[in-house]
Every structure is written in C-alpha cells, then in structure tokens.
C-alpha cells in the first residue's frame, strides 16, 4: 500500500500520508491540485502526495489554443473564441477575477494566463508530471488505484513507461475530446465538407466558408457564436435548432428546426415534431456539427476492474455518486462532469468535497454506505437529469447548479454565511448573463459580450459599470 504513517517519537501515529493522483492539468485538475495541497497545509495529522499527469507540455486544458491550421485539428479552442461568461463569475473563489471596469468577456488567452497565475499563486506546478499520459486505470484488490503512464523526455525523445499505486485518483481529463455526430439518414452520402464543432474540434476560423453557404447543427453557445462568426463571411448560414418549430430567418442566417436527413441530391431536410411543415435546403456547401462531445476515458476499459459506463451518444456516466465519486470505489472520484454550468468555481467546490472525504476526521457529512450510494447513483442515472427530460439531460445542471454546489459544501463542511454569499452572487451574474445572451438573435450583433460586471458579494449582487 502506498498510504504511510510516521510516528511522534512516542510510538503514537499521528501523520497519515496518502498519495494522490489526479489525471489532467486543466481548470478542474489545478482546482483538485490546490485542494489537496491547501490541505497540507490544514490538516495535521493528514498529509497528501499530490501527482497531476498532464498529456501535454503546459496546464491549461482547452484554454491552451494551438495554431493548428497546418495539421489535422484536434483541440476544441478556436482563434477568435471569446468566452460566454463574464469573468467576475468564471473565477475560482480563491483567486478573484475582473471587476476591474476592463471587458468582462474575455479571450482564451485571457483564461489561459488566469488559470497560469493561479497555478504560480498555489505553487502547483511542481506537482505536474507534464507530458505524461495516462494508459490504464486499474483499481487494486486492497483498494487502491493503479495508474500506468507514458512521458515524453524532451531531451532525448524517449519514451519512459511508468507504474505506481495510488490511495486516490481524481479523474479531471475533461469531456472536450471526443465529437459526438449524430446518426442522420444519408448523411455520408453528402459531398460537401463536414466538420464538428464545439469550441471546435476541427473549426477554427471562418476564413475557408467566405461566399459559401453553411449549415451550423446546433445551436447552444457554440453554435450560436460559430454561425455569427462564419455569417460576417458566409453567402448564407442556416442555424439547425432542435427547439425551433418553423424557419425564420435574420439577415444571412435562417433559424432552422432540427436536421432530419440528407437526400441522395445533397439536400437536407430539416422538421419539427411540433410541426407538419418541412423544409429543405439545397444549397448547402458545408456542415459544422456544433453538437456537443461525449464523455471519454480511454484509459478505464474492461481490465480496470472497474464497472463504469460511458456509452457514446448517451452523455452519461454511471454509476456516480452526487456525479462526482465512482458509487462502489469512491477513491476513484470525476471533476467536471456536469455541464451547463460555470466550470471553476464547481470544480473547487467539487475537490474540496473530495478532499474532505479522504480526512481521517471528516468535519462535514460522510458519504453514505455502499448500498445508498449505489441506490442514488441509479436513481440519478435513470433520472434523465434535474428536470427529467431524457438520458442525455443526466448531467446537465444548469439552473440546478447552485443547489448541487450548495450540497456538496455541505458534504465538506465549508457551506457559511461567506460561501453563501458567493454561490448566491455567481447565480445572479449567471441570469443576467444568460438572460442578455438569450436575447441576441441569430447571426445578429455580438453586444451580450460588451457588458462589464463588478461581484458585490456582501448583497449577493452586482454592478453594470458598462452596457452597450
């Protein structure tokens, strides 16, 4: 086992040291990183030995943009990607972000010095293994975890394998990895160019759609914010939405109900359920899948000795406790898993609850025995999410959000007055952002992005200190 004790001298234990590892160096990976070692710092009679197994040669995760216009696109950032949340709320709560009266909405080189400053700030880059990626999971029979990686030496090019047991590993590879393309009747008959999208895998300007007409499948803040962007460009883009009824159309853009098919003329065909029209678009150049990515965790497979399920096209992982600890082995535990949802400051409040469960004094609630966190976990997994809507909704928060971080603060005993206050205060920037988003139309001026915020965290409220 890898877990220690030493002794006080007297023959008395005091200090446990527990090994951490936590695979991938991204927002939610930083957040478990800083949670764990904040402990250290804390808790006396707990030590942890914290290891983040990073694939690439920088933290970041998506925030980390590469120019990869001369090879084969793999990471979902894209050149001119602003975010869609105002900084004042995106922040970690221990390093507080914006409110400086500068733009609220910022670029992923924005973020990616944030989530730089907060790394040097907490010193975790002297617990990042970078270049290291992780092959095989593998949970032991005295519960322990097995990791089993591959660095890349920069010096001489080599490829060193590695093998070590782990107390607890925190499981943060994110969910941006994997494109999930819906199956469409004769859609690989069409000969025009498909790509997917989502911050987007393959997309990365909109220079190659200039005089083209584009369909744009999707429209959650991805789509919406591709299709504006290739519309400035574009001779014509249509919007699929699976929540639009009848076409409509704004400018260069038409709003379209969902895609149905592609006809053996390259036509597609687009139709609501709540509706008997159909309408058919035989113009189409291109197609960009906006549609999302499935969850992906290449390394838990059939020798993992682990039961968990990921079934592509479902969006749902299982069996999960409170969507953050594996029901039956909670030493395996997923930050991040929920979307629709302001990503830092869960992922903190997340590995906070986690860290609080591997305490040998638990100052919050416990995690209920093995029978009721199995009986949750299927009760959620069959929930269809918070508001019951279908499979792929399991893990869509949303409104939901602020309830579930409220919980889990509880779960780790930091749930306060001051706690609180910052939860309430992210909820009230989260609607007004949502509901000035909401309000733009498709194709139609980016002006959502313009409106600058300042956190008062005392009234659980904020200031406009700009609006355009």
């Known amino acids: 086992m890898s877990m220690s004790t030493n002794s006080n001298g007297n023959g008395e234990d005091c200090i446990q040291t527990k090994k951490v590892g936590i695979i991938g160096g991204g927002a939610a990976g930083l957040a478990t990183a800083r949670a764990f070692l904040r402990e250290n710092e804390l808790d006396q009679n707990t030590q942890y030995d914290v290891t983040v197994l990073e694939s690439r040669d920088s933290i970041g995760g998506i925030w980390k943009y590469e120019d990869q216009t001369k090879t084969e696109k793999n990471r979902p950032m894209y050149r001119n990607l602003r975010t869609n949340l105002p900084k004042e709320l995106m922040a970690y709560r221990e390093l507080p972000w914006g409110s400086d009266g500068e733009a609220s909405y910022v670029t992923h080189e924005d973020v990616l010095e944030y989530l730089e400053a907060y790394a040097n700030k907490f010193d975790l880059l002297k617990c990042i293994s970078f270049g290291s990626s992780v092959k095989q999971l593998t949970v032991l029979d005295d519960d322990q975890i097995s990791l089993e990686w591959t660095t890349n030496t920069s010096e001489n090019g080599n490829v060193e394998t590695h093998k070590e047991a782990f107390d607890n590993v925190c499981v943060c590879n994110g969910h941006y990895a994997r494109p999930a393309i819906p199956r469409l009747e004769g859609l690989d008959n069409f000969s025009g160019d498909i790509i997917h999208a989502k911050h987007a895998i393959e997309y990365d300007n909109a220079q190659p759609y200039a005089g083209k007409t584009v369909l744009c499948v999707g429209a959650k803040p991805s789509g919406l914010d591709i299709s504006r962007e290739i519309g400035l460009v574009a001779k014509h883009v249509y919007l699929s939405d699976s929540a639009c009824d009848k076409m409509q159309t704004f400018g260069n853009v038409s709003l379209m109900p969902r895609m149905q098919s592609v006809d053996e003329n390259d036509g597609v065909h687009f139709s609501s359920p709540r509706s008997a029209e159909e309408h058919v678009a035989d113009d189409v150049d291109a197609i960009v899948f906006c549609s999302g990515y499935d969850y992906d965790f290449p390394f838990i497979n059939e020798g993992s000795n682990l039961e968990l399920e990921f079934t592509p096209g479902e969006r749902r992982v299982q069996p999960l406790y409170e969507q953050t600890w594996h029901a039956r082995c909670p030493s395996v535990s997923f930050i991040g898993i929920p979307h629709s949802i302001v990503p830092f400051p869960l992922c903190e409040i997340q590995a906070a609850a986690i860290v609080s469960q ?111």
């Not at 949502?434 to 956190?455: A, H, L, N, W």
């Open 358 to 468: 591997t305490r040998q004094q638990i100052n919050g609630i416990p995690l209920p025995c093995l029978s009721d966190r199995l009986a949750a976990a299927s009760e959620d997994a069959a929930s269809g999410g918070p508001n019951g809507a279908r499979v792929q909704e399991t893990h869509n928060l949303a409104s939901h959000q602020w309830d579930f971080c409220r919980k889990l603060a509880k779960i780790s005993g930091d749930y306060d007055d001051e706690m609180e206050k910052f939860i309430a205060t992210n909820k009230a920037i989260y609607d007004r952002s949502g509901q000035e988003r909401k309000s733009m139309i498709p194709g139609g001026e980016d002006v959502y992005r313009e409106t600058r915020f300042r956190r008062n965290d005392e009234n659980q409220s904020y200031e406009i200190l700009y609006i355009q």
